[in-house]
T-cell receptor, first 115, second 112 residues
Framework: DTGVSQNPRHKITKRGQNVTFRCDPI?????LYWYRQTLGQGPEFLTY????????KSRLLSDRFSAERPKGSFSTLEIQRTEQGDSAMYLC?????????????FGPGTRLTVT | GESVGLHLPTLSVQEGDNSIINCAYS??????FIWYKQESGKGPQFIID?????DKRQGQRVTVLLNKTVKHLSLQIAATQPGDSAVYFC???????????FGAGTTVTVRA
């Protein structure tokens, strides 16, 4: 499968614990995005990387959230001291920005439940 | 508030009929629009896109129409099939902004 992959697919954690999610984009895609989706809503932008540089962060990304893409390939999203309001689907997408090709390909998401 | 939204949260369609899903946007600076399909437990899947310099684009069984005058976007699905049952989102991208802004979605249910 050459699409975007995310791990784990599901995560249940207790409030106050830290969690880390991984995203593997489509090979050679230079842009990687993180979105959050709550039930019944469309995805909301969190942050994006071009290669290894994090170029933009949403106001939704509090200081408990941190994202990295150390080698410009896979990315991790860490949430520290999780809260019940963090329960959501966390989606990763990637794209190859060239000649006006903007299409973002999404992964299956990681569903986080904070108890 | 959201700059992209859908007119109806749900749409029930008879198998074989055509479906029309509507979306209104408010940001006139947006220049790229995409329709995504999301099935239960999966991430959004790209269907079709359109740039602001076009008013119509066709794909396989799908057509996207863009009316910049009234800031309206629609997705037409021809000969709707049971596999088309899903939540459909329109999304917009501001010029050179790269991030997508999604509406709340329309749930399409296909009746056999």
């Amino acid at each position: 499968d050459t699409g975007v992959s995310q791990n784990p697919r599901h995560k249940i954690t207790k409030r106050g614990q830290n969690v880390t999610f991984r995203c593997d984009p489509i090979s050679e895609h230079n842009r990687l995005y993180w979105y959050r989706q709550t039930l019944g809503q469309g995805p909301e932008f969190l942050t994006y990387f071009q290669n290894e540089a994090q170029l933009e962060k949403s106001r939704l990304l509090s200081d408990r959230f941190s994202a990295e893409r150390p080698k410009g390939s896979f990315s991790t999203l860490e949430i520290q001291r999780t809260e019940q309001g963090d329960s959501a689907m966390y989606l990763c997408a990637s794209s190859f920005q060239e000649h006006g090709d903007y299409e973002q390909y999404f992964g299956p998401g990681t569903r986080l439940t904070v108890t | 508030g959201e700059s992209v939204g859908l007119h109806l949260p749900t749409l029930s369609v008879q198998e074989g009929d055509n479906s029309i899903i509507n979306c209104a946007y408010s940001n006139s600076a947006s220049d790229y629009f995409i329709w995504y399909k999301q099935e239960s437990g999966k991430g959004p899947q790209f269907i079709i896109d359109i740039r602001s310099n076009m008013d119509k684009r066709q794909g396989q069984r799908v057509t996207v129409l863009l009316n910049k005058t009234v800031k309206h976007l629609s997705l037409q699905i021809a000969a709707t099939q049971p596999g088309d049952s899903a939540v459909y989102f329109c999304a917009e991208e501001l010029s050179n902004d790269y991030k997508l802004s999604f509406g709340a979605g329309t749930t399409v249910t296909v009746r056999a």
